[in-house]
Every structure is written in C-alpha cells, then in structure tokens.
C-alpha cells in the first residue's frame, strides 16, 4: 500500500523556469509533509517541509503547497538552476509517528542549462 | 556541528553471513531512524530508536534488528543476509523524532554476493 506516491518518474524543464514536482498522499493522519533532495550514493538532503495546518511555506527559491482536501503537495523551485538536478523525494509522518518517515518514490529532477 | 556519520560506507558479505552497520547521531539527538533503499522499493522505515528504546518499527523480518546505546549512536543487524538484502542502509537523527528535523547521513552500500 502505498501511502505516498509521486506518480511522475521524471521531470525536465530549462534553467531559470519553474519547477513544479508533486506529491499525493492516502492517509488523513499524516499531519507532516517533508521534501528531500538526493544524489547517488549520499543521503537524503532536507529542503523544506510544511504542517498540516498550514496551505504553503516557503523558503528562498522553493516553496511547498498543500491542499489538504485533495492530499496533495507540489514543490516549486523558481527560478531552476542546474544544481538543482537530483532526485526528489517527499515524505510524510503522523504526530503518533514520529521519527517513521514515509516516502514517495522519487522524481528525478534535470535541470537544462 | 557533525553531522551522521554511518560506518562503513561499503560492505560486500556473502549469502548467510551477518552484518552489523553503525550510526552516530548529531550531538543531542536523542532518536536515530533506520531506512533501506532499493531500486524496486524506493527508501522503506525500518525502524526507530529512541533514548534506547525501539519506539517504531517498520514491516521487514526478524532478520533485521536493532539497538541505541546510552550515547544514542545506534546499531543494526542483519541476519543471515540474503541477496534482496542488497540496498543502501540510511540512518537518520533528530531531537526527539522532531517535525522537520530529520538529519541523513550518507548511508552504508551493503552488497550481498
């Protein structure tokens, strides 16, 4: 059962325009939603996150949406840079569960210069 | 500050072998979450540790185990390993299973010939 899914494998815009990466999720009592960054061979890198009780945040070039109602989250990274490049993982954990995070399987981000 | 430092970073065991990765938290943190990547699975909870104590856990075999010590650095231990078990181990620390706080470190390649 998969509980939070990021239904697109890849994505590829051009440097400078915005990225948009999504996320669904199923279950209502995630109350925390996380975005990570990942390189090959290194561990996931912590980029933004948002609370349940909160619709958006943002934090320099990227900012997170949820939309509790139809569980889902994007990431928009504006503007696109090449570093930006990797793979992009969201995750989510109920208040009962901390510490038990539960991922998406990843976007692969490319950035075109 | 250091940040998680999993050791080693590389491992090659044989079928039926056993197999113990290490993980020292960021100074303070108090919880310590293990995480296995696959190709197929994507990053799957293993489990969670905290002040020594198993406080989560995720749905993998008795074959995988695990223990916080009193400095909170923690350890896990596969049982005889088998090839599936072949995946990049990840630990991650907070303060106590914190909202956000989650800190990776670089993982352990496990290889299982």
């Known amino acids: 059962d998969q509980q939070v899914k990021q239904n697109s494998p890849s994505l590829s815009v051009q440097e400078g325009r915005i990225s948009i990466l999504n996320c669904d999720y199923t279950?209502?009592?995630?109350?925390?939603f996380l975005w990570y960054k990942k390189y090959p061979a290194e561990g996931p890198t912590f980029l933004i996150s948002i609370s349940s009780i909160k619709d958006k945040n943002e934090d320099g070039r990227f900012t997170v949406f949820l939309n509790k109602s139809a569980k889902h989250l994007s990431l928009h990274i504006v503007p696109s840079q090449p570093g930006d490049s990797a793979v992009y993982f969201c995750a989510a954990h109920g208040s009962s569960n901390t510490g038990k995070l539960i991922f998406g399987q990843g976007t692969t981000l490319q950035v075109k210069p | 500050k250091a940040g998680v430092t999993q050791t080693p970073r590389y491992l090659i065991k044989t079928r039926g072998q056993q197999v113990t990765l290490s993980c020292s938290p960021i100074?303070?943190?108090?919880?310590v979450s293990w995480y296995q990547q696959t190709p197929g699975q994507g990053l799957q909870f293993l489990f969670e540790?905290?002040?020594?104590?198993?406080?989560n856990k995720g749905n993998f075999p008795g074959r995988f185990s695990g223990r916080q010590f009193s400095n909170s650095r923690s350890e896990m231990n596969v049982s005889t390993l088998e090839l599936g078990d072949s995946a990049l181990y990840l630990c991650a620390s907070s303060l106590q299973g914190a909202q956000g706080g989650y800190t990776f470190g670089s993982g352990t390649r496990l290889t299982v010939v």
């Open positions: 540790y905290f002040s020594e104590t198993q406080r």
């Open positions: 100074s303070g943190h108090r919880s």
């Open positions: 279950n209502s009592m995630f109350d925390y």
